[in-house]
C-alpha cells in the first residue's frame, strides 16, 4: 500500500507579520476619509468566498501526497474576480485573503472591470518535478472547475508560477467544458493566446510609475540609483527596465542572497547569468555579495521591494535612505513601518498601485481571448502605459487633495470606485 503524506507546513503566520492585518489597518484608515457607511465596510472588509481544497498527487516515487491549495473570492462587484496562484511551501489562508483583496483595490484602481481573487497551494515548487507540478496544477483546476470560469473567476500567475501552469489550467479547465477555453485564465504562453508583453507588464508598470515619482520628486532617472529585492518575473523586469531608462542599479538580490555593486550592476548581464545557473544570481561576479537584509537599507535613491510580504517592518524601516520606495511585490510593507516612513518623508508608490501593471496586460490579454484577434506590443504597451500613468495622477491627486500617502490615497480611490458601484447597484 502507497504511504499518504499530507504536504502541509506553512509557517505559523504569528510568527511573521500578517498581510491580512497589514491590508485591514490600511483599509480601515482609507473607510474613515471616504466616511464609508456600514453595510458597504462589513461587505467590504471580509471575503466573498473562500475554498479550501485538498489536492491527491501521487509523486514521481509512487506515493500519494496531499496538498492544500486556497481560492479565495474578495469581490466581484466590479466585474470576474481576477487574481494570481501562488505556489510557496508559506501559503498561508490570511495572506491569501490578503492578496484577494488587494487584487480587489488593485484592479479599481487602475479602473478594469474586474474583481478581486487569489489563490495558493503549499507546496515546494523548487523541489518538484515537472510531473509533479502538472499533476498537482490539475488537481488544483478540477478541484475549482465551478469557481474558474472566463465569466467568473479569471486566475494568473503569481511567485513559483509562470505560463507553463497557466497552459494547465487552460487545458484541463476546457476538458471539463468540452471546449477549448482560453479566456479563463491569463499569463499563458503566447502560441496559446498569451499577450504580447504580458511576461514584462508588472516589472514595466513598476518602471512607469518610478518614472512617474522621479518626476513629481524633481530627479532625473540618470542622476538616480536603486536596489531591487528580488530578481524573478517582477524584479528582473523592473531592473532591466529602470537599467535602460539610466538608473544606475546598485544592489539586486534572489534567495541566493543580495548583490551589490556601487558603480552600478550591468543587468543584462545579471539576467543573462541568472538563466544560465538555473534561475540563481549566486556567483554572479558583477557585483559583491551583501548581507540580505541590508538591502532595504543601502544607500540608493529608490528602493524596489519586488520579492515577498512583510520586508520593511517597524524594525528597519528607520533605516531606509532610499527617498522613494515602489512597490513591486504585494504587501513588502507592513503596516507597522507606515508611520515610520511617513515621519521621514519617503515617497511610496503602493503595491496596489505601482505592480498593478500585470493585472492591466493580462485584461488585455482576457480581452483580446475573447475578441479573437491578436493586439500588436505597441498597443498593449501603448495602453498599459497611458492606464499605468492616469492611475499615477489620480492617486497622486487624491494624496495633494486629502494630505495623505499616497498608500492610503490609492486605497482611497479604489474604496470610492466600488462604493460608488454598490450604490448604484444595490442590493443589499
Ligand atoms: N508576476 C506578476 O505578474 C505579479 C507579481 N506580483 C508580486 O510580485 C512579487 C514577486 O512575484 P514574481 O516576480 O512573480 O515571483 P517569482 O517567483 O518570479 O520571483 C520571486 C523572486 O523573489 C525572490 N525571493 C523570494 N524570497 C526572497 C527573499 N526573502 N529575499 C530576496 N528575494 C527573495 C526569488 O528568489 P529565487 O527565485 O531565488 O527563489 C525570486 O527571485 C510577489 O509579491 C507577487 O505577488 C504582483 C503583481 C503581478
Ligand atoms: O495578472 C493577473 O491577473 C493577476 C496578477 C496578480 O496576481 C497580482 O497582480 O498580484
New binding site residues.
Given amino acids: 500500500m502507497a504511504a499518504h503524506t499530507v504536504y502541509k507546513e506553512p509557517a505559523p503566520i504569528m510568527d511573521r507579520e500578517n498581510p491580512l492585518e497589514s491590508m485591514m489597518s490600511r483599509f480601515n484608515i482609507a473607510a474613515e476619509i471616504l466616511g464609508l457607511d456600514d453595510e458597504t465596510y462589513n461587505v467590504l472588509k471580509a471575503p466573498d468566498k473562500q475554498v479550501i481544497v485538498n489536492l491527491p498527487v501521487t509523486m514521481d516515487d509512487g506515493k500519494l501526497r496531499v496538498f492544500e491549495g486556497y481560492r479565495v473570492i474578495h469581490n466581484t462587484i466590479l466585474g470576474p474576480s481576477k487574481g494570481?496562484i501562488?505556489y510557496d511551501k508559506h501559503v498561508h489562508i490570511d495572506e491569501v485573503k490578503a492578496?484577494a483583496a488587494w487584487m480587489t483595490w488593485k484592479c479599481a484602481v487602475v479602473d478594469i472591470p474586474y474583481g478581486g481573487a487569489k489563490g495558493g497551494i503549499i507546496c515546494d515548487p523548487t523541489t518538484m518535478s515537472p510531473g509533479e507540478l502538472e499533476r498537482l496544477t490539475r488537481a488544483y483546476t478540477l478541484a475549482l472547475k465551478d469557481v474558474f470560469g472566463p465569466d467568473r473567476d479569471i486566475p494568473a500567475?503569481?511567485?513559483?508560477t509562470g505560463p507553463r501552469e497557466m497552459a494547465w489550467l487552460m487545458d484541463e479547465f476546457s476538458k471539463t467544458v468540452g471546449a477549448t477555453s482560453p479566456a479563463v485564465v491569463t499569463g499563458k504562453p503566447l502560441v496559446m493566446g498569451g499577450s504580447l508583453g504580458r511576461t514584462e507588464?508588472?516589472g514595466r508598470g513598476v518602471m512607469v510609475s518610478t518614472l512617474a515619482a522621479l518626476k513629481k520628486l524633481n530627479l532625473k532617472p540618470t542622476d538616480v540609483s536603486a536596489a531591487v529585492?528580488?530578481?524573478?518575473?517582477?524584479?528582473s523586469w523592473a531592473a532591466k527596465l529602470l537599467f535602460d531608462k539610466g538608473l544606475k542599479i546598485k544592489a539586486v538580490?534572489?534567495?541566493?542572497g543580495a548583490y551589490w555593486n556601487a558603480d552600478g550592476i550591468n543587468i543584462d548581464e545579471a539576467i543573462a547569468y541568472k538563466n544560465a545557473h538555473n534561475?540563481?544570481l549566486e556567483g554572479f561576479t558583477g557585483a559583491t555579495t551583501m548581507d540580505?537584509d541590508d538591502l532595504l537599507t543601502s544607500d540608493v535613491d529608490v528602493l524596489v521591494p519586488?520579492?515577498?510580504?512583510d520586508?520593511i517592518t517597524e524594525h528597519n524601516a528607520r533605516d531606509i535612505k532610499a527617498k522613494l520606495i515602489v512597490e513591486?511585490?504585494?504587501g513588502p510593507t507592513s503596516a507597522s513601518a507606515d508611520p515610520i516612513i511617513n515621519e521621514k518623508g519617503i515617497l511610496v508608490v503602493p503595491d496596489i498601485l505601482a505592480?498593478s501593471g500585470?493585472?492591466t496586460v493580462s485584461y488585455f490579454e482576457w480581452v483580446q481571448n475573447r475578441q479573437g484577434f491578436k493586439w500588436t506590443e505597441e498597443m498593449v504597451t501603448e495602453r498599459a502605459d497611458r492606464i499605468m500613468n492616469d492611475a499615477f495622477e489620480k492617486v497622486y491627486q487624491t494624496s495633494q487633495k486629502y494630505k495623505i500617502p499616497m498608500r492610503i490615497a490609492a486605497y482611497v480611490v479604489s474604496i470610492d470606485k466600488v462604493a460608488q458601484t454598490y450604490k448604484f447597484r444595490g442590493g443589499f
Fill in positions: 494570481g501562488r492578496l500567475p503569481d511567485m513559483g507588464a508588472t529585492q528580488g530578481f524573478g518575473n517582477v524584479g538580490s534572489d534567495i541566493s534561475g540563481r540580505a519586488a520579492a515577498v510580504e520586508v513591486g511585490a504585494n505592480n500585470g493585472v
